[in-house]
């Protein structure tokens, strides 16, 4: 028999119920290859199930890891229901803002996986124009925006489309102290003044109990506050409240999703490796990558509803794996990277790379077996019809070429497949995490780089209350650095004073041929 079709049969796992297959044959593996990770499989199994247990897997933090075992028990939890009690008066106008108008709209004020998962459900459910649809085409769900950065474009843009009596704003954040979200909180509060309107009568929030936001929130008065787990990070938090607010107040069956996601999570549990699809696919991470993440990960959906789950998986695979130190305090510098677009677009996009350049990736295809909508382009073929071939034919150039694919088919784009998806790789980045003995539940890296931004807002300060003292300066960024005590900052220094004569009437600068760099006047 073709040798192709043998290993498919080998090396592709199905749940039939659910028509959700996942096929391995594509990578380059033995299973000699597999019996040598015998003793990695059993660590992962056995770790999995003390996570679940309720263990302490996040030891640098001292915390548990719950949002496996947390998830199987929230729809029957006081708080989703209290969720979908205030998304419904939400919807018929029994919650409104302070003017008594119905909410047409909500913002997700968020970053990373407080935005990415609501982004991605929202795209992926609600599609790509929801917030085109009349208040009837969407039975009195909202609208939907995010502020899920501290850019005052972002911000901006918002304004130009928001109606502030109208709109619902959620602010998540677990500690309250997240200084995106919170800059954003701060400027609408701002705006809501100026247009004589409370904010706090306009808003909701997700947080600890007892943190800053939760203080504020309840200090303020906003119509509602929700509490959030301490034990789940936020790239893992879409199968939690985080997920589930802004989904329930656009009409999305959180419920379904959460089946699905729990669904995987049975199937994960699975004791036999080969026939565990979160272990193969680690697996197949650990063999292609030798151990080191030394290839890339592309994620390709063919599927548009779906083109933000490379950006979702960028945070959760890079920033759970992406570790300096293992658990044992060995520096290891561990990882993989993440990117990926959507196909077939992408065919005359990167595929060009992954076809004839660098052998430094595996592709992961995601295909949707049924079409949205049936539109023939010949007798024989329609659309979905040719979708399906451009995707086996690169599939086919790939392996021709000795590159490596693995293959997920899901029947359609709804909640609960959706669910089986993001619960698969869940459970996929923590067994590779047990493979390579790292915590892939911490973020030391993110915490060094807002350590360092704080530094530069400091020196920032610092800079501005000098230059007062000395009733304005003139000179190069060396020179001002020199006058002002932090000769040692000049490169930083100048890179202040870049922003502020762009913002500040006050700062002006001109470029000087001669010293080849600008020359700032500040008054």
């Known amino acids: 028999m073709n040798n192709w079709i043998e290993r498919n049969r080998a090396y592709t796992l199905v749940d039939a119920a659910d028509n959700f297959s996942i096929a391995f044959a594509g990578m380059k593996f033995t299973d000699a290859d ?57 919807r018929t106008g029994k919650i409104t803002g ?28 609600n599609g790509p124009y929801w917030n085109e649809k009349s208040d009837a085409q969407r039975n009195g769900y909202l609208k939907i925006y995010f502020l899920d950065n501290t850019d005052s474009a972002e911000f901006a843009d918002l304004l130009e489309v928001m109606d502030p009596a109208a709109t619902l704003h959620l602010v998540i954040s677990k500690s309250g102290g997240t200084q995106e979200t919170k800059n954003n909180m701060i400027s609408m509060e701002k705006f809501y003044a100026e247009k004589g309107l409370s904010f706090a009568k306009h808003a909701a929030a997700i947080t600890m109990k007892g943190s800053e936001l939760d203080k504020h929130a309840h200090e303020t008065g906003f119509l509602a506050v929700f509490e959030m787990a301490e034990s789940i990070g936020g790239r ?32 994960t549990r699975t004791a036999d490796p080969r026939k565990n699809p979160a272990m193969m696919l680690a697996a197949m991470w650990y063999i292609a990558g030798n151990g080191r993440g030394d290839r890339n ?30 658990l044992d305090g060995k520096e290891v510098h561990q990882g993989l990277n993440v990117f990926g677009n959507k ?13 004839d350049g660098r052998d430094d990736f595996f592709a992961t295809f995601i295909e949707v077996m049924k079409d949205a909508k049936r539109l023939p382009i ?67 890296g993110v915490q060094a780089y807002k350590l360092a931004a704080k530094g530069i807002l400091t020196l920032r300060e610092t800079l501005m209350k000098k230059i007062a003292e000395l009733k304005g300066v003139s000179g190069t960024a060396e020179e001002i650095a020199a006058k002002v005590g932090e000769p040692d900052q000049a490169v930083e220094i100048g890179g202040l004073l870049d922003k502020a004569a762009a913002n500040c009437p006050h700062v002006t600068r001109e ?12 008054k």
Not at 99 to 123: C, E
Not at 248 to 267: I, P, R, S, Y
Not at 347 to 355: C, K, R
């Open 34 to 90: 597999l019996d040598k990770l015998a003793p990695k499989f059993e660590r992962a199994a056995r770790e999995m199930a003390r996570l679940e247990a309720g263990a302490v897997k996040n030891p640098d933090e001292n915390r548990k890891v719950t949002h496996f075992s947390d998830r199987i028990e929230y729809p029957k939890s006081a708080l989703f229901a209290s969720v979908e009690e205030f998304a419904e008066k939400v």
């Open 98 to 125: 302070e003017t008594g108008r119905k909410f047409d709209a909500v913002v997700v004020n968020g970053i990373g996986g407080s935005a990415l998962g609501p982004q991605l459900m929202q795209f992926a459910i």
């Open 236 to 267: 893992t938090s879409e199968t939690s409240i985080v997920g589930h607010l802004p989904a329930a107040l656009t009409g999305v069956d959180f419920k379904a999703f959460l089946e699905g996601a729990c669904k995987m999570d049975e199937w």
């Open 297 to 326: 990960m592309v994620i390709v959906p063919y599927s548009d509803r779906l083109i933000l789950l490379s950006r979702y998986m960028q945070q959760l695979v890079m920033e759970s794996l992406g570790k300096a130190l293992d």
């Open 343 to 355: 196909g077939g677009t992408d065919a005359h996009a990167f595929i060009q790379q992954l076809n």
């Open 378 to 444: 010949t007798d024989a073929n329609t659309m979905g019809n040719y979708l399906h071939g451009f995707l086996e034919g690169l599939s086919a150039a790939l392996r021709g070429k000795g590159r490596q694919i693995i293959t997920i088919r899901i029947p359609e784009v709804n909640e609960r497949t959706l669910g089986m998806v993001i619960a698969l790789y869940e459970r996929a980045v923590a067994v590779y995490a047990e493979f390579i003995n790292i915590n892939a539940f911490h973020q030391p």
């Open 511 to 522: 470029f000087c041929t001669m010293a080849n760099a600008w020359y700032y006047t500040v």
